[in-house]
Every structure is written in structure tokens, then in C-alpha cells.
């Protein structure tokens, strides 16, 4: 029987674990690893339909630089494109094609892991010996075991009634999706689930554990890519040196036939969280003269006093176009006060410095800082923020609306995808880090400054994307919609905490809790949660917009907003215990419609201001928004219940983070 003759058959194929595998990190440079090698690895499956004469009809890869670098394609992209599932019509394949998907995930695998095996730890294996030879046992217990692979092949049934094939298939084979249980012995510091490689106990065996991870430490051509305190079990090794091959080889046999990023771009050195933190500043320092530059003071200090490790940002600065001299390369940890003392205890820790030599590294590199802060501030140091983000987005029920209408959702998310890709490439306005964009989803680092801004921008580009699509498809009043989120976080939180939050505000807070179509803001600082706010994206003059202006009116500053920055601080003290009833509840008494707004005005009256507002009560009108914000119900915008006093302290740290001031007045977003 022919293929014209034969009933449509299709594959649906998904690949796990997906974020115990991305969001395990402890740098950034393992959380890209993480979100590309699944990426690519999904991408090798696809090739192998594709190459048993089958068709990928979900994602649409006819134009993924991904997947045709697999093949003849001559790019080489460095951000992960497709997602871990996909659809395939596999009529003209006979047998099992999932069979094909799975050998060609394996196969891969084998090689990536195989690669960084060889690279970084055959040669130190024989120290494990102590413990029966255990680091090879380990490994190929670890590697062999990790992934999970699904697929559904059937007989189409019309109607797009297969897109519940793998969610039906999942409720049958109980282990699928189900968490790995902890592994025995010592635990990996970056995926605390599985057992470090080296088999020896901390208790009892640190002398041999020592040794072992000793020499897996000096074996390694960069000190920075395996740290004193870092242990780890198979995977995370393999996301560490996944990038020092990819970037060194330029390919790896079997599995990465191109470098990612190309000549242009070092995939192995990521900017640190730190470094993201610093952007405003460093990028208000390369618009500066560099005759009178004292970068250089800072720049040889820290070389006189770490002695090694102190350019930790080598090629970071090509990702934003910035000058490839000393300052801009120094670690991250160095445009930071705090982070100077860090690198101090830590060269202490690893015998690298001696506490004399500590003491003098923080107070000569802390005096340089010192005064590159007065040269970009013009006389007053200005340091950098210490606060960073990270941005997540996700289309809402696409899965749904794909039934009835794929080929035209499928090339509209493709749109999308590029769309984000030019707006998140290197160099652009937002100083934005893309580690991932594939279909409708998107995780990036930024700024504080840009977040809010990149988030309404790359909802614009999803709305242009899909406009084609809302013309023609039939559907509820919200039409296609984005949900996003925005977590601020301190570069001393675990970055795999960090994600994991991103995660949360995205799912339960912008999708469940406010109806989607709603950005998430949450601020994370070392002791926990500080601030959160999520409203409904509401158009260019919106909340959100509303939001990053007064953020960007630098809250107590003469002659822009006239509102301190302990103003909400002082509001929220005074007025959330009125408006809060018992256990929290909105108050039966105190009505938020009629007298949250002359509350305002009032207070706004009697502060003590350097500038007088003009009109205290459409500034009141302002805040008020903020305080009450929007959710979807049903696709229709309505008021949250109660008041959002947490909306003031997230507009009050934007303000003392954003370093606002340090952008020309043509460059604020």
C-alpha cells in the first residue's frame, strides 16, 4: 500500500526531565547548557523523522537554524529553539518510528556525555579506586538512566483529537514524569538529587574525596570552570564542560556538528549573575570618555591583588557590545563591594591568599572601585546594583487552540520565535541575555532597568506574530494572549532557586491565580520573598507601563516625581491594616473604590517634598492603579480584589535598583 492509500498516521514525542535539567544551576553558563543540550537533543529526534521520509508538522522547523545546522545548514545558533515534543506525520514509516526518535536521543547523548567524560574525568578516574574504581560505575549509572522519552504513534483521527495522545499516555505508565529518588552516598552541589562521582563519603573518606576532586580541578585549563567547593555527580558535569567542548572544538562527533555562536560569540564564558546586575552601570561607563578612564586602576589592583581568576568575563562583553578592555572583562564579583570581600574569603578558603594579603586585596580593590564609581557618577559615586533579572514568558492555551488550527498557530509561533531572537540578539537596546526561545516560550537575563520594558515589547512582537492568526481563527475575547514573569533577585540567591521562582510566579501566580495574559513581578532578596505584584498586560499606557515610569521618575528626586521613597513604606504602614480584614480578607469597612484614591491625594499633600506636585490628585490616580490591579476573568479585565500594597514596594525598589539616572535621557525605556 502507497502512502497516498494509507491512513495518516502520527507521532507525538516528548523528551524529560525538563526543568530539574535546566533549572539545576549554579552559574548561568549551566543554566544555557542545560536549556540548549535539550534543545538540541529534541532536535536530533526530529532530524530522524525527518530523514525516514516523515514530516514535523509541529514545530514549524522549516526555518530553525537549529535544526538545519543539523544537517547542511551552515548557521550556528547558540540559543535552543525547539521544544522537548513535537508532532510528525509518520505515514511512510514502517514500524515503531518513536524507536527512531529514541536511538537517535541516545545517540547523541552517548557522544555529548562521552565527550566531557573523556575531556574531564577519565584521566582522574583511577583515584577513586578506594571506593571500587566508583566514579566510571557512577557515571554510566547517572548518564544511562537520566532521560525519559514518551510517544503515542496512531492513526489520525480527525478533529485534532491526537493532541491528547501523550497527556492520556502519561496516565498510564505510572513512572513517567515521576521524580527520580535521592541517589546514596555524598550528594552533587548543582543537582542535589545524585550522588557526586567520586564515591568517596565525606565522613570518613574526605582525604580520598579531597584528592580526587583536587585533581579533577587541576587537570582543567580554566580554575573557573570547577570551584574548591564543587562536587558533582555525571549530569551536572556534563552541563559544566558541555560548553568549554562546544566552544573549543567547535563540534563534538556524533552530536554538535557546528560551534555554537560561531566565531563571533564564546559560548563558554556566560556572564555571571553579577555581571547582569552591573549592565547599567558598565554600559553608562562605555559611553564615557575613555581618555580619563581610571578603569585602568581597578583593573590592575584586582590583577595585583587575586593574582589569577580576575578577568572572570573574559568574552562577556561581546554579548553587549561593550569596549574588550579591562574593565569590562574583570569578574563580576569585582563591580561589587560585597563581592570583592567574597573573592577575598574565597582566596583565603582555597590557600591562594593569606588573610594579610585578604585584608589589603578588599581595601586596595575596594578603593579602586571606589573611583571608577566617581568617574560614572560624575563626582558622587554611583555603584552598580547589585539585583538582577530573569524573564520568562509562555503563551496562553496554545496547546487547545492548536486542534482546530495548526498550521496556522505553528507558523505564527515561529514568527514569534525569530521575533524574539532580533529582539533579544547580541547587543541590543535592552541589554538582554536570550538563553531560550522556542514556540511561544522565552527565558532571558536582563537588567533591572530593562525587564519591565523587554516584557511589554516582546508581548507587542507576540501580538504582531499572531495578528494574521487572530484574523482568522474563531475564539474567545482574549484571543491569543502571553503570561509572563519577572523575578528580581539578589546575586547572592542560588540561581537554581531563582529560576525555580521565575517557574512559580509564571505558572501559579500570571496563568492560575490571575486568569493569564498578566505579568508577574516578584522581588527576591537573600532572605526570602520581599515584594510581588501581578496584573493583566494592559496596553501601552497600562499599569505596567505605569509601573516603569514612576520606577524611572527616580522616586525623591527634585524635579521629576516629588514622591520619597519612603512614601509607599509609610502609606503601607498606615492604611493595610484598614483595608485588610480578618485573616487577611478584604475590610467590610474601608471600600477601596471611594476612598483609597483621596487617601492618596491627601498624603501626597502633606509630605514633605523637594517639588511640589502640580496635581497631587492624578498622581494619586496613578499609585492608585498600581494598588489596584487588573485580572482576567472569563477574558474580561476586572479589578483585583483588595488592595496591592506589596505594588508600592516593588515600584520603590525599582526605583533604588534601576539606576535609572545613569542612562542618557533618550535611552530610558
Known amino acids: 500500500m502507497n502512502k497516498t492509500s494509507s491512513p495518516k498516521r502520527l507521532l507525538h514525542f516528548t523528551l524529560g526531565p525538563v526543568q530539574d535539567f535546566i533549572a539545576d544551576a549554579r552559574r548561568t553558563r549551566d543554566f544555557w547548557a542545560g536549556s540548549f543540550i535539550l534543545s538540541l537533543l529534541s532536535a536530533h529526534a526530529m532530524k530522524a523523522i525527518k530523514d525516514a521520509q516523515g514530516e514535523i508538522l509541529f514545530p514549524d522547523v522549516s526555518g530553525d537554524e537549529l535544526f538545519a545546522a543539523l544537517g547542511a545548514g551552515k548557521a550556528s545558533p547558540y540559543v535552543g529553539s525547539l521544544p522537548n515534543r513535537f ?16 536511538q537517535a536521543v541516545e545517540k547523541a547523548w552517548t557522544a555529548i556525555e562521552q565527550a566531557v567524560w573523556k575531556y574531564a574525568v577519565a584521566d582522574q578516574s583511577a583515584l577513586s579506586a578506594a571506593g571500587g574504581n566508583a566514579a566510571k560505575d557512577i557515571w554510566t549509572r547517572q548518564v544511562g538512566g537520566f532521560w525519559d522519552m514518551a510517544w503515542v504513534v496512531g492513526e489520525d483521527p480527525g478533529q485534532g483529537d491526537d493532541g491528547v495522545w501523550l497527556d492520556l499516555r502519561k496516565n498510564w505508565r505510572s513512572h513517567y514524569g515521576g521524580k527520580a529518588a535521592a541517589e546514596d ?9 545524585y550522588q557526586e562521582i567520586s564515591g568517596f563519603h565525606r565522613i570518613g573518606q574526605k582525604a580520598g574525596q579531597e584528592k580526587f576532586w583536587n585533581a579533577m580541578r587541576a587537570a582543567q585549563d580554566n580554575s573557573l570552570d570547577l570551584q574548591p567547593d564543587e562536587r558533582l555527580c555525571a549530569i551536572a558535569l556534563v552541563k559544566r564542560f558541555f560548553p568549554v567542548l562546544a566552544s573549543r572544538d567547535g563540534k563534538i562527533d556524533g552530536a554538535l556538528p557546528f560551534r555554537p555562536g560561531g566565531a563571533s560569540l564564546n559560548i563558554r564564558h556566560w556572564p555571571s549573575t553579577s555581571y547582569v546586575a552591573a549592565l547599567p552601570w558598565l554600559a553608562a561607563a562605555a559611553r564615557l570618555d575613555h581618555a580619563d578612564r581610571p578603569q585602568s586602576t581597578l583593573f590592575d589592583s584586582a590583577k595585583m591583588a587575586f593574582k589569577g581568576g580576575f578577568m572572570g568575563e573574559y568574552e562577556t562583553p561581546k554579548l553587549f557590545k561593550f569596549p574588550q578592555d579591562g574593565l569590562f572583562r574583570l569578574d563580576g564579583h569585582l563591580l561589587h563591594k560585597d563581592g570583592i570581600r567574597a573573592m577575598a574569603r574565597e582566596g583565603v578558603k582555597t590557600d591562594t591568599l593569606t588573610g594579610d594579603e585578604s585584608a589589603a586585596a578588599v581595601a586596595s580593590v575596594t578603593e579602586a572601585l571606589k573611583e571608577t564609581a566617581k568617574w560614572i557618577g560624575g563626582g558622587k ?22 486542534k482546530d488550527n495548526q498550521a496556522l498557530i505553528t507558523a505564527a509561533l515561529a514568527g514569534f520565535t525569530d521575533r524574539v531572537k532580533i529582539s533579544l540578539a547580541p547587543g541590543n537596546a535592552h541589554r538582554g541575555v536570550l538563553v531560550y526561545a522556542g514556540g511561544d516560550d522565552v527565558l532571558a537575563l536582563l537588567p533591572v532597568d530593562t525587564a519591565i520594558d523587554a ?6 512582537e507576540y501580538d504582531a506574530a499572531f495578528e494574521d492568526a487572530r484574523k482568522q481563527v ?3 475575547a482574549s484571543g491569543f494572549t502571553l503570561s509572563g514573569s519577572i523575578v528580581y533577585a539578589h546575586s547572592k540567591n542560588p540561581l537554581a532557586a531563582v529560576l525555580r521562582q521565575s517557574e512559580h510566579q509564571l505558572d501559579e501566580i500570571a496563568k492560575e491565580t490571575n486568569g493569564r495574559n498578566s505579568l508577574a513581578i516578584a522581588v527576591l532578596k537573600p532572605g526570602g520573598i520581599a515584594a510581588q505584584w501581578v496584573t493583566a498586560f494592559d496596553g501601552a499606557n497600562g499599569r505596567i507601563a505605569t509601573m516603569d515610569s514612576l ?25 493595610e491594616p484598614l483595608f485588610a480584614g480578618a485573616g487577611g480578607e478584604p475590610s467590610d469597612v474601608m471600600d477601596p473604590d471611594t476612598l483609597l484614591e483621596p487617601l492618596l491625594a491627601a498624603d501626597i499633600r502633606r509630605q514633605d517634598t523637594r517639588t511640589a506636585i502640580a496635581d497631587p490628585n492624578a498622581a494619586a490616580g496613578r499609585v492608585v492603579s498600581l494598588l489596584r490591579p487588573q485580572l482576567w476573568n472569563d477574558g474580561k479585565p476586572a479589578l483585583q480584589v483588595g488592595v496591592s500594597f506589596d505594588a508600592g ?21
Open 87 to 102: 508532532k510528525a506525520d509518520v505515514t511512510g514509516i514502517p514500524g515503531d518510528p518513536g524507536l527512531l526518535c529514541r
Open 185 to 193: 552516598g555524598d550528594h552533587c552541589r548543582m543537582m542535589g538529587k
Open 381 to 402: 559615586p554611583r555603584y552598580a546594583s547589585e539585583f538582577y533579572a530573569i524573564l520568562r514568558m509562555d503563551g496562553d492555551g496554545i496547546g487547545r487552540r492548536l
Open 455 to 460: 516584557a511589554q515589547k516582546l508581548r507587542d
Open 474 to 476: 474563531r475564539s474567545d
Open 551 to 575: 520606577a524611572q521618575a527616580r522616586l525623591g528626586a527634585a524635579g521629576e516625581s516629588g514622591l520619597s521613597g519612603g512614601f509607599f513604606h509609610g502609606f503601607r504602614q498606615k492604611y
Open 649 to 669: 514596594m516593588v515600584a520603590r525598589f525599582l526605583s533604588a535598583e534601576g539606576r535609572f539616572d545613569l542612562a542618557p535621557k533618550e535611552e530610558k525605556q
